[in-house]
């Protein structure tokens, strides 16, 4: 897939221990993006945060939280996130979707050329 120009960001907050089906809601959610095609997405761990609950979460040791936030970071184009969102409807039940207009500059994917061996 070649990624280039204006495009879509698609971040998904929600906290580390949320959960669908048993199975962790980060997880799901990067399985279904890739099931559906789209260009890549990233999760990251947060070391200190607070949402609509309004309850700090942290790593600080005194108050260590169970419950870190996590972004999960999608670019895409504007057609294929727009058919991905009502997805999140379903797996979402708390937590911030937002969706902003980026401009990509490089996407490349390592080709089998490129690649170390035993690696693509």
């Known amino acids: 897939m070649r990624l280039q120009g204006p495009s879509q960001r698609l971040t998904i907050f929600i906290g580390e221990t949320d959960h669908y089906h048993r199975r962790p ?3 799901e959610i ?3 993006a890739h099931q559906a095609g789209l260009a890549g997405a990233s999760v990251f761990r947060g070391i200190e945060g607070f949402g609509a609950s309004s309850r700090i979460h942290t790593t600080r040791i005194l108050s260590l939280s169970e419950d870190l936030p996590l972004a999960i970071v999608i670019v895409d184009t504007p057609e294929h ?3 991905f969102l009502p997805q999140l409807d379903e797996l979402i039940t708390e937590g911030l979707v937002i969706l902003d207009d980026v401009q990509v500059v490089k996407y490349v994917g390592r080709g ?5 061996s035993g690696v693509g």
Do not use: G, K
């Open 30 to 32: 990067v399985r279904r």
């Open 25 to 27: 809601l980060y997880s």
């Open 112 to 116: 089998h050329e490129d690649a170390p």
């Open 81 to 83: 996130l727009a058919t």
